[in-house]
């Protein structure tokens, strides 16, 4: 054997699987996933083929409903976006913005872009 007969330095068998190359998504393309399949309700999860925002954000999570809830306790804490608002229902900010502002989806998603969510 000579030396130009060398081993190539990638072989099949090193290629990263095509799993570890895609990014995970945010939880705002999670929601805007999820609305592209169902029609918003409030104050359910999930209803029959409908979702809040936390339900559509699971939707988009490939149906993690885990996922979505993990990340509506990580957003608990935050203000309320709406001018005046005091949030004194101890609502996580997602659900309460679907539930007592009724903002749709959308907008929660925008909103949750804007943070870079
Ligand atoms: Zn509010």
Known sequence: MTPSSAAPTTTPETRPALAEVT??????????????????????????????????????????????WAFEDLTEDFDCPVAGCDNDDCDSVIPHLNDSHRWSRERIADWLESLGL
């Not at 029609?39 to 999570?61: E, K, L, S």
């Open 23 to 68: 990014s995970p998504i945010k939880p705002s393309e999670a929601i805007r996933l999820g609305c592209l399949t169902t029609v918003q309700t409030f104050g359910y999860y999930r209803d029959d083929g409908a979702t809040c925002a936390i339900g559509a954000m699971a939707v988009g999570f490939g149906g993690n409903m885990g996922k979505a």
